[in-house]
């Protein structure tokens, strides 16, 4: 028996999804910007995956943009406005717990002479909306708050940001990575008064390597990264990637069908699994009260993620050391960090996330082993 709770770093796709996927590569097969029946019939699934959107989300057809996933979305929408809103200034305010697909290129802004300020995060790894609106400037030109962290689940309070950065200066952006909320959290991206907003295929039962950047209007006219053959507005050249956006598309509409329901079982699932968890000596969750029921993130003094996430592996359970997508270097997570962890609880923690279809057996399951093995290893460590 195999149990994957580390759908925060990707997902399983969803049947109907690779079926519709394998009709486009086999049969669907052409190319939108071509002018005969076969490029007619390719065009038909963009337009149908952007009614999913503009139907469900109210996001008008021409604000949304197809990417490879994420890390292109949030690099287009932080370079593409800096360099849009360059003569108007350079100071952009971020966080300290953003993925490393946010910090990197903001980063490489940074070393060519934009400013970056991080706001605080408290303990329970939330920003202060009023301390972040306290920083805005005339020359901030761009904030980006991530909606979900991917390692502890926490919620930032976007839409209350969003209208203070407004109020503070009108002219300045905002960006809002929802790669780990879209389609599980609600978020509004017109009441949050979000100009830039970014989703991911792969971690809603989507294929991977596609996602979308949505864009209010005023950020429609952000720089492109990408330059060609003008596709998508010229927002987003290269031949447009129809099985993959067609897939997303219909993934999303699944997730966003039943988003409450998903969300009400698995708050639940999670309450459960966090009550007994906390049973355990020296096991704490990580985040407070405002976290999504999708991921837990857990420090289990005296045993090394490595160790325990290797022998939860032995049994077929499947979790991540705090995070997936930086696990392959050996940095101690700036999320944890800036929440107040100490680099020994930091490689002390690993995270389990949930998804649509986990089960409350699968989480028992999870919980039995977590209850056996941490004694143990603890035991094994002492000796
Ligand atoms: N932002 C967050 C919060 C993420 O968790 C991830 C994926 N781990 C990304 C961005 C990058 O998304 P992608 O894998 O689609 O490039």
Not at 57 to 85: M, P
């Amino acid at each position: 028996m195999e149990i994957y709770l580390d759908n925060a770093a990707t997902t399983k796709v969803e049947s109907a999804v690779s079926e519709l996927m394998v009709r486009i590569f086999t049969e669907d097969y052409g190319n939108p910007s071509s002018l005969h029946k076969i490029g007619y019939r390719a065009e038909q699934y963009i337009s149908e995956a952007l009614n999913v959107f503009s139907g469900r989300l109210k996001w008008k057809r021409k604000n949304v943009v197809f990417t490879s996933g994420g890390t292109e979305s949030n690099n287009t929408a932080l370079i593409g406005a800096a360099l849009f809103r360059e003569s108007r200034g350079k100071h952009i305010i971020t966080t300290p717990i953003e993925h490393p697909s946010v910090s990197e290129p903001l980063k490489f802004l940074e070393s060519r002479g934009w400013e970056i300020e991080k706001t605080a995060v408290n303990e329970e790894g939330i920003i202060d909306p009023e301390e972040l609106k306290s920083r805005i400037r005339p020359d901030t030109v761009l904030v980006s708050v991530m909606h979900v962290n991917n390692e502890t689940g926490s919620i930032q309070p976007v839409e209350e940001a969003g209208k203070l950065i407004k109020e503070a200066n009108p002219e300045c952006l905002f960006h809002v990575d929802d790669t780990q909320g879209f389609g599980k959290l609600p978020l509004d991206a017109a009441k949050g008064q979000i100009d830039l907003l970014t989703a991911s295929s792969h971690k809603l039962h989507g294929p991977k390597g596609v996602g979308l950047l949505y864009l209010s209007d005023i950020a429609t006219h952000i720089k492109p990264l990408m330059y060609g053959g003008g596709q998508q507005n010229g927002l987003r050249s290269g031949t447009i990637n129809v099985p993959g956006i067609a897939g997303f598309a219909k993934a999303a509409e699944l997730i966003l069908e039943g988003r409450e329901a998903s969300f009400e079982r698995i708050r639940r699932l999670r309450k459960d699994f966090v009550s007994e968890v906390v049973k355990i000596a020296d096991v704490k969750v990580n985040g407070g009260r405002s976290v999504s029921p999708y991921i837990v993130s857990l420090t289990v003094r005296g045993v090394r993620s490595e160790v325990l996430l290797h022998a939860l592996e032995d049994r077929g359970i499947y979790v991540s050391a705090g995070s997936a997508c930086s696990s392959h270097k050996k940095h101690v997570s700036p999320t944890l960090k800036a929440m107040g962890l100490s680099d020994g609880e930091a490689e002390e923690t690993i995270r389990l996330s949930f998804s649509r279809h986990t089960t409350e057996e699968e989480a028992a399951e999870a919980l039995a082993a977590l209850n056996e093995l941490i004694p143990s290893l603890r035991r094994f460590k002492r000796r």
